[in-house]
């Protein structure tokens, strides 16, 4: 088969072959789902789709808890399967599965917004759960997508220090699935991510251009999150690089809570920030590894760059503090097209081999903006 064609369509041929051959007669109980899989090393989505064409096209008869059995071989060949003929059309391929940690105006809403129109113009619906940052939320939620039957999975998964049980269960299942936002080290997985480590750099080096030496760095530990190690190793490298004194970082404390309300603030947090600038009165320049880092900062814009030059990944002026600084935007909609492509190729070709951890360029946005767009400070 080319590249291009569907596994399941093998399958299929396969089995039409042996029936209208007469290797398989009326009544003949033919390999189960499980069994097929294992065959012709395929998920056990690809095996059900070929079995389920076989049905709706007048083949097979599927009982539950006995098996399937061929009950009629007069189909002209002429025909082909009815799921294929969905598929080559461009509609009805399918449903994809989504489950987000989070999303916010920042990041993960155009994302969404671009996911489905890549999704659509390939022909399929995507389904959206949140796990809202807990793991075990992500496991339900990844075993209810299963039973709504979805082609595929598109997974934001959790922070943390250890991997979804059932993110794990559906790369040993050969299920297909794209991870976003971050990667898995070590699980042969497909990735598709915002390249954290440049995004920084640019940050880092936009802060130069005006001049600033003294650069600190307000971010959380890194040792269980892909991205937030990326973006912490690009600060790190960067400062070297440009020949720097390396300031000490405000490696924030966080009480294990997960705000996903753009009004969320705290209190905690923005002590600690505004203890780190009290205490290096001679920083000028500063990174918040994301922007909700900056929104904690008990500081109104004016401010806060009256006191330093600051800067961040990801911005939203208009949630509640009314902040807009310089940042990198993520750019959603390469990384949602990216996304819908890496998993269609994996649902079309039914193959895992052609791993990627696919990374997508940053945006340098200034704070020159113009004055009709400008926010009055609190």
């Known amino acids: 088969m080319s590249k291009g064609n569907y596994l399941y369509q093998q399958i299929y041929k396969d089995i039409t072959d042996d029936i209208r051959s007469g290797k398989l007669d009326i009544g003949a109980q033919i390999p189960t789902a499980s069994e097929l899989a294992g ?24 009982v539950k808890g006995h098996g399937n059995f061929v009950i009629s071989r007069d189909i002209p060949e002429t025909d ?12 009805g391929a399918g449903t994809i599965g989504v489950i987000m940690e989070h999303v916010s105006s ?39 997508l299963k039973q709504q039957k979805v082609r595929g999975f598109v997974c934001m998964p959790c922070h943390g220090t250890y991997y979804s049980t059932e993110i ?37 080096s936009w802060l130069v251009s005006r001049g600033r030496k003294k650069i600190g760095y307000v971010t959380v530990d890194d040792a269980y999150t892909s991205s937030v190690k990326a973006r912490n190793r690009g600060f790190r490298e960067s400062i070297q690089r440009n020949g720097l004194k390396k300031m000490p ?5 966080t009480k294990n809570k997960f705000g996903i309300y753009s009004d969320s603030i705290d209190l905690d947090e923005g002590r600690q920030i505004m203890e780190y600038l009290d205490k290096y009165p001679d920083m000028d320049g500063i990174i918040f590894e994301e922007y909700g880092f900056l929104r904690q900062v008990p500081l109104t814009r004016s401010q806060l760059l009256k006191r330093i030059d600051a800067c961040c990944i990801d911005e939203d002026y208009m949630s509640p503090g009314n902040c807009y600084v310089t940042h990198v935007r993520q750019d959603e909609k390469k990384l949602a097209e990216k996304t819908i492509e890496v998993l269609d190729a994996q649902i079309r070709n039914d193959s895992l081999s052609d791993l990627t951890d696919y990374r997508v ?18």
């Open 249 to 253: 970082e405000c490696m924030l404390k």
């Open 39 to 62: 065959t012709y090393n395929v998920s056990l989505i690809t095996a059900n789709t070929a079995l389920n064409s076989l049905k709706e096209d007048g083949y097979i008869e599927r």
């Open 80 to 91: 082909s399967p009815a799921a294929e003929q969905a598929q080559e059309s461009g509609k």
């Open 361 to 378: 360029p940053g945006l340098l946005c200034t704070a020159n903006f113009p004055a009709e767009k400008k926010i009055k400070d609190a």
């Open 168 to 204: 794990l269960r559906l790369v040993l299942e050969k299920v297909p699935v794209v991870l976003f936002d971050k990667q898995m080290k070590g699980i042969p997985v497909s990735s598709v991510r915002t390249d954290n480590h440049g995004a920084i750099a640019l940050l880092v």
């Open 106 to 144: 920042c990041f993960g809403l155009d994302y969404l917004y671009a996911l489905d129109e890549a999704a659509h113009k390939r022909g399929y619906h995507i389904l959206i759960r949140f796990s809202y940052g807990s793991r075990q939320r992500e496991n339900e939620e990844i075993l209810y």
